[in-house]
C-alpha cells in the first residue's frame, strides 16, 4: 500500500514541476491569521493532540492567501518545538515564537495521505477572489462540481463550465492528467457494479450518470466530492485495484481539508487584516 501511495504522490510531484512554489521573500507583504478559539486561550496552557497530521497557517496578502506548514507524526510535539524557538519548524510555519498559538492543526491519521494534500495544497498562492479573476489565459486552480437528480459533472477549469445550472468550487482537490487517466480506468470498475447511461471523460469535465439514481454507489461518489467523506468499507471500494481505491481516498482527504480552509477563509474578519496591512 504505501508504494501505491508513493506511486500517486510521486507522479503528482511529476506533473507540478513546472510551478512555481513560494519563496520567503514573497511573503513580505502579507500576513497571518489564526484560530481565535486559539488565541483566546493562548495565554492558558492548550492541550494538543498527539496524533499526527499537520501544524499551518494561512498566509494572506490584499489579494492571494497561501497554506504554510508542516507534516508531523504528533502535533503535540511539532507545537513544543515551535514554542522553544525551533527556528526550521518557525520558519516552515513563517510565524514568530510569539505566534505559536495561533497556529492551526490539522488531524490525519496517515502520513502517506498527509504528504499527498501537502504537496497538492501547501506552499502555492492562491487569489481570494477566484470567481471575478478567471478567464482563458488563467482559468483558476479549483474543479467544479455540479449534481442534478440523475447525474454528476466535474468541470476541471472554471473557463471551460459547460451547460448551465449552480456549481460548487470544490478546491484544488485534484491533477487534471492524473484524473483523466485514473477515471478512465474507473469506469470499466464501475460498470461491473452498476448500469451506466453515460460516463464521460476528458480533459475539460467528468460526467457520470447510473440509471438508477438512488444506487449506493452514486450517493458515494456524491458525497467524496461534495463532503469530503468516503467510508472505508464503502461499497464503491470494494474489488477495485489499490491505485484507484487510494485515488479516491486522497480525492476525500484533499476536499474535506478544503472545506476547512475555505471554512476558515469565510469566517476571517478582512477588517482586521486592512489593520495588519496598513
Partial sequence: MHNEFDFLTQETFNLNTQEQFLAD???????????????????????????????YNIVKSSSTFSIRGVITDNISETFELASSGD???????????????????????NLDLAQV??????????????????????PGFSWWYQRSDDAIRINFKSHKLEGSGQR?????????????????????????KMNLLEFSISEKHFILKPKDRFHRIFEELSLVF????????????????????LYLIELATIRKFWLQIESLNTNFDYSTSQNLLS
Avoid: W
Avoid at 513580505?28 to 486559539?38: M, P, V
Fill in 226 to 245: 461534495e463532503e469530503g467523506e468516503l467510508d472505508s468499507d464503502a461499497q464503491i471500494l470494494r474489488g477495485l485495484d489499490e491505485t484507484l481505491k
Fill in 168 to 192: 460548487l468550487k470544490l478546491g484544488p482537490i485534484g491533477d487534471v492528467c492524473i484524473a483523466s487517466i485514473l477515471f478512465t480506468r474507473l469506469e470499466k470498475a464501475l460498470e461491473e
Fill in 117 to 138: 494534500i501537502y504537496d497538492q495544497i501547501f506552499n502555492k498562492r492562491f487569489p481570494l477572489e477566484e470567481d471575478l479573476i478567471c478567464n482563458i489565459s488563467d
Fill in 87 to 109: 527556528v526550521s519548524t518557525l520558519k516552515s510555519l513563517r510565524i514568530e515564537k510569539s505566534e505559536v498559538a495561533e497556529s492551526l492543526y490539522y488531524e490525519i491519521p
Fill in 25 to 55: 521573500e514573497d511573503f513580505r507583504n502579507e500576513f497571518l491569521f489564526g484560530s481565535q478559539s486559539l488565541e483566546s486561550e493562548s495565554e492558558s496552557c492548550v492541550e494538543y493532540p498527539q496524533t499526527s497530521g499537520f501544524v
